[in-house]
């Protein structure tokens, strides 16, 4: 396709979402949020009664379900809300407990079928911006720039702390440590797109970066990208 992606990809909590936002707003780019989906996912699951258990998604039956769930998925993003069915679920989609039940359903190879085609969508004039763990290894292989963001995981667990206490959510950093590990680990190790930098990909560690330091690196790199 002729029409320019950007892609950031990397482990939780590393400013993945803030950075996408800002460098949509900037370019005047569309903006894609994969993880919101597999989030959805998982409320989608959670609502129809379907066990997101890793060892119940080992179950081949279980693992078929899920995907046509996904594949059925009703969502519906409107003025900054998001809508699964008729229920707002724009908040509980940003839970802690949402992005643990994502991250389940993400290992799941029939559910990340049923969201290639609504991702690759996203892809409009003038351009896209889009976040997430495959972005450029698994999504879009032929965006222009790829950026790998890191920081360090007590960097990572203070943000997402700050994240939640500003949504008037109350946490501990060891906690979300732990959470953050956990997914991390689940995200790595997955057979099915597992998280690691595309090839090509440029690595930013952003953990002594303000956000407008990280957007000005990467759009240096995106006037430079072929
Ligand atoms: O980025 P976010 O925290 O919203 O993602 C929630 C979970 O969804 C991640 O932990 C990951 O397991 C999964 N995910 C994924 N592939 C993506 C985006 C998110 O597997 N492209």
Redo the contacts with the bound molecule.
């Keep these: 396709s002729h029409i320019p992606v950007l892609c950031i990809?990397g482990p939780?909590?590393s400013g993945?979402?803030t950075l996408a936002a800002e460098l949509a707003a900037r370019l005047g780019y569309h903006l894609l949020?994969?993880?919101?989906?597999?989030?959805l996912v998982?409320l989608a699951a959670e609502r129809a009664g379907l066990d997101t258990a890793a060892a119940a998604l080992q179950q081949p039956q279980q693992a078929a379900a899920l995907g046509r769930l996904a594949q059925q998925l009703l969502v519906r993003f409107e003025q900054g809300r998001v809508w699964l069915g008729h229920e707002d679920v724009t908040d509980e989609v940003?839970s802690e407990a949402?992005?643990?039940a994502?991250?389940?359903?993400?290992?799941v190879p029939e559910v990340?079928a049923a969201l290639l085609d609504l991702?690759r969508n996203f892809r409009r004039l003038p351009g896209l911006v889009a976040?997430?763990?495959?972005?450029g290894s698994?999504?879009f292989p032929d965006a222009a720039l790829k950026v790998y963001l890191t920081a360090s995981a007590a960097q990572r667990a203070q943000r997402r702390l700050w994240q939640l206490q500003e949504r008037g959510e109350s946490a501990t950093i060891k906690d979300l440590l732990a959470d953050l590990e956990a997914?991390?680990e689940?995200?790595r190790s997955?057979s099915a797109?597992p998280?690691k930098p595309a090839e090509g990909a440029l690595l930013l560690d952003n953990s002594a970066l303000s956000i407008e330091q990280s957007v000005q690196q990467v759009l240096d790199w995106w006037q430079a990208s072929p």
């Design positions: 990809d939780s909590a993945k979402g949020d994969s993880g919101l989906l597999y989030r998982g940003r949402a992005g643990m994502a991250s389940r359903v993400a290992v990340r991702q976040d997430g763990r495959d972005m698994v999504i997914r991390d689940r995200d997955r797109a998280l």
